[in-house]
């Protein structure tokens, strides 16, 4: 009995615990909520300061507060670009903002083309006349791309600007997987699509070398011109071609070889940056020494809502990787993706769709299903207007052939028209344990894909044979869309990446424009002849998971202020990361694939099997 008694109050003791608990965080969450909410009221004169402390993205990630809390760190913080671009042009016409500063201190990048929208916007500031400031300790590609739009750029004495363009560095895993006896079945179609060279090479295929370079170079050059354009005095031959005679000549004084090229304007520290901005802006006298008068980006945007005039155009996003199940945001899931089509085809009063692509493909299967959602809306005599962003690949271009109209920047990367499937078996990894397999079949797929006996002839051929029909599926549904022969499809396809300029020239896309040229465009195919705004069919947010995940976790390391030695340092990290990532790939055994490897290499596979057994997997990712 005296057992009984204390294990009673063991758990007696463990459940008031656990009230108080959930007491403190239902509390601690209210005081939050009501504290941290953005007060329009607080909307000042003085500067609109844009503090991008971390990624430009299309959408959002879903955060998972439980899985934050045993972390102990949220993901780095994601700023949606409809939201920053909206807020900086919005400032040119706010007479409350003076002036615009841009805080890229602890800025981690976005896309190319997303950048390009947002220097746009910066651009409108200027032409309003009202001053643009720029400041950081260090500067690279993504950072300096916005930088350079500033009327004034300012760097921290410790800091540097460095510049490496685009490419890099490519693991490889053949050997390895060889060593290790592990058997990768390798099924594709497309002589440059190279998503699977990583385990079947030592070393990257002339072929996919050769388009790489092609599609590297195109953005590079984008990136100079954009960037010569609006700093005219950047010395970028000096520090892009010859970086290492650029800081010899500066005696390494890293910060002294950006002024003398031209790429910044003055050196001092974020105080002295800000006493210099409060001349402008005016003095914060409540605030810490060096601070000025400024409403930050959140609260901009809380104290002005969007307008919405007229007509509604519906604007679905397919952002990130497209993986089959209910995902998201932030992924780009059949399930999800195709519900929210549909319901805005039956609740809403749409007059067209705009489709904001910005993925490098994934699963074919949800490709599909999405585009069938789309053609529902095409079905019903709605226009659909694809807009891509700085991805559209892949299976992101297999969605984008549901349009009447596809539109693309000269940075979006596009194409890689092909497929492929991966799937691993450890018959030689076993086999030196000797772990053997044996046993009886009633047909030649029984027990079929076998993990540790191998794969049989009668699989590889069944599985090759569906990857070919696929392919042969995604060049029938480019070629209707594009209006061309399934042959002129596939000698621009076969996997091949294309930058939007060529893609263009290839007759993939039809004109270049932003999401607001898109929309511009559903208006007129719509024949709508007045107001118009977007209606964007989303997920919506769930704030609280979002409060609670910043209210218990540390602050992202990653997003730390750093100077040129710690970003290179950080580098190395992601490397590792994408190591992780590859090995996901071949061993979490997805289904037919149409993405991209040079589009995302740093994105981690996220599909999930929807079937028990592998070879189940395998068929249900495969298209019907």
Request: hydrophobic share 40%; with cysteine; aromatic share 8%.
């Amino acid at each position: 009995m005296d057992f009984v008694k204390k294990a009673w109050k063991i758990l007696v003791a463990v459940k008031d615990g656990l009230v108080l608990v959930f007491m403190l965080l239902f509390f601690m969450a209210l005081f939050a909520l009501m504290s941290s909410s953005p007060n329009p009221a607080s909307v000042k004169e003085g500067a609109l300061l844009v503090d991008l402390n971390g990624v430009l993205v299309e959408e959002k990630t879903e955060v998972d507060p439980f899985a934050v809390l045993t972390s102990g760190s949220v993901p780095i913080q994601e700023y949606q670009l409809r939201d920053v671009v909206r807020a900086i042009e919005g400032a040119a016409a706010d007479d409350n903002v003076k002036t615009l500063v841009l805080d890229l201190d602890r800025f981690m990048g976005g896309g190319q083309v997303s950048l390009t929208r947002v220097g746009e916007a910066i651009d409108k500031v200027k032409k309003a006349g009202k001053p643009v400031y720029a400041f950081a300790t260090a500067y690279y590609d993504d950072s300096y791309q916005l930088a350079a739009h500033a009327d004034e750029i300012w760097m921290d004495d410790m800091g540097g600007a460095l510049f490496s363009g685009p490419g890099g560095s490519r693991l490889y895993y053949s050997d390895l997987i060889n060593r290790l006896g592990i058997t990768a079945h390798i099924y594709k179609v497309g002589t440059y699509k190279s998503a699977v060279e990583p385990y079947s090479r030592s070393s990257q295929s002339p072929e996919a070398k050769e388009n790489a370079q092609a599609l590297y170079d195109a953005l590079w050059s984008q990136w100079k011109e954009e960037v010569g354009k609006v700093r005219p005095k950047a010395k970028l031959d000096a520090v892009t071609q010859e970086p290492a005679s650029a800081v010899t000549a500066a005696n390494g004084d890293l910060a002294k070889m950006a002024i003398d090229n031209g790429l910044v304007d003055k050196i001092g520290s974020r105080v002295e940056f800000g006493r210099y901005v409060a001349k402008k802006a005016g003095f914060d006298e409540d605030g810490e020494v060096g601070n000025y008068d400024h409403t930050s980006l959140n609260v901009w945007l809380a104290a002005n809502d969007a307008e919405t005039p007229g007509e509604r155009i519906g604007v679905a996003t397919i952002s990130g990787e497209i993986v089959d199940g209910n995902a998201g945001p932030g992924v780009a899931s059949g399930d999800r993706i195709a519900e929210l089509l549909y319901k805005g085809l039956a609740d809403d009063d749409l007059k067209a769709l705009v489709v904001r692509v910005n993925s490098p493909g994934g699963s074919a299967l949800a490709s599909e299903q999405m585009r069938r959602a789309m053609n529902a809306y095409r079905e019903k005599k709605i226009p659909v207007v694809i807009s891509m962003g700085d991805v559209a690949a892949s299976g992101g271009y297999w969605v984008a052939t549901a349009g009447d109209h596809i539109m693309a920047e000269p940075s979006t990367i596009t194409g890689s028209i092909g497929i492929f499937a991966v799937l691993p078996s450890f018959e030689k990894t076993l086999a030196k344990y000797g772990v053997n397999a044996d046993g009886v079949t009633t047909t030649p797929l029984s027990g079929q894909p076998d993990l540790v006996g191998g794969f049989n002839e009668s699989l590889d051929t069944v599985i090759q044979s569906s990857i070919e029909n696929n392919y042969g599926r995604f060049l029938k549904i480019v070629s209707d869309n594009r209006k061309k022969t399934p042959e002129e499809i596939d000698a621009i396809g076969q996997g091949r990446v294309w930058d939007g300029g060529a893609a263009r020239q290839l007759g993939l896309v039809d004109s270049f424009g932003s999401l607001d040229e898109a929309l511009a465009k559903a208006a007129e195919l719509a024949k709508i002849e007045g107001d118009y705004h977007a209606h964007y069919l989303e997920t919506p947010v769930d704030g609280f998971s979002a409060l609670l995940a910043n209210m218990f976790a540390q602050p992202n390391e990653q997003a730390a202020r750093q100077d040129v030695f710690g970003r290179i340092a950080q580098q190395q990290k992601f490397t590792a990361m994408r190591a992780i990532s590859d090995m996901q790939l071949l061993l979490d055994g997805q289904g037919v694939q149409a993405r991209c490897l040079e589009c995302a290499a740093d994105m981690p596979p996220n599909a999930t099997l929807r079937n028990s057994s592998l070879l189940g997997a395998l068929f249900a990712n495969m298209i019907p």
